[in-house]
């Protein structure tokens, strides 16, 4: 989803009173560590906005609702981290977003209506794959499961120490072309269409946003209330 549409539902969601806060259960089924980090967009700030977490663990953040925002997981971390930095290294990131390739899980709490309208985006590109699951009946999952490094398109590889393929930028995040990234005289639905590169990413990862006008297969809706299991490498 783009940051535009992400607000419009943020917006809606402030006018929403109460809520309850939801739990994001988050676990790492990667081989090597990983750093989540949570970007708020609006709504107070979660539990915690950075942590460390080993192969096979798990930790949970609390958020209350109404809130949006997104979250990601950061990966090859030392003083810094090679994918998903956000200018923190390994800490907490406070207010800072994650630098691209970073596969993002983004979140409307208590929005439009009194849902929950959730997503996965490659928009920024892709490092791991991801799975979002409801703990409620009746609410769909949706994920990004393939590797999308392996066949990442040239120019838009970001490689690790040993030379491998860690990360995928997307078209617009490798180039910066308006009608890759939807802007100037593409800034709409009508006149900014899917890439080569973004056809790709939807051949991998259909449920997840490929570019910024992806909605209509790639935003999912659940009543507000439910706690959600987040898995990287799922």
Do not use: H
């Not at 207010?95 to 309208?117: I, M």
């Amino acid at each position: 989803m783009d940051l535009q549409t992400l607000f419009v539902f943020s917006f809606a969601a402030l006018l929403v009173l109460g809520g309850e806060s939801a739990k994001f259960t988050i676990t790492n089924n990667c081989p090597n560590t990983i750093w989540p980090a949570a970007l708020t967009g609006t709504g107070s700030q979660p539990s915690t906005t950075g942590f460390e977490l080993p192969s096979k663990a798990t930790n949970t953040i609390d958020i209350p609702a109404p809130w949006s925002g997104r979250i990601w997981a950061r990966t090859f971390c030392t003083a810094t981290c090679l994918t998903g930095e956000c200018g923190k290294g390994t800490g907490q990131c406070s207010g800072a977003g994650g630098a691209p390739p970073v596969t993002l899980v983004e979140f409307t709490l208590n929005g439009d209506g009194g849902k929950d309208f959730y997503d996965v985006s490659n928009v920024d590109g892709f490092n791991l794959p991801v799975e979002v699951v409801p703990e409620t009946s009746g609410c769909p999952t949706t994920s990004c499961k393939a590797n999308i490094n392996d066949g990442c398109p040239a120019g838009q590889e970001v490689k690790g120490p040993d030379g491998a393929t860690i990360g995928c930028k997307s078209a617009c995040a490798a180039f910066n072309k308006p009608e890759d990234c939807c802007t100037g005289e593409f800034n709409s639905a009508e006149k900014c269409k899917p890439s080569a590169s973004s056809l790709y990413f939807e051949g991998k990862c259909p449920q997840a946003y490929s570019y910024a006008y992806d909605d209509k297969t790639s935003t999912f809706t659940c009543p507000t209330g439910p706690n959600y299991k987040i898995t990287f490498c799922p």
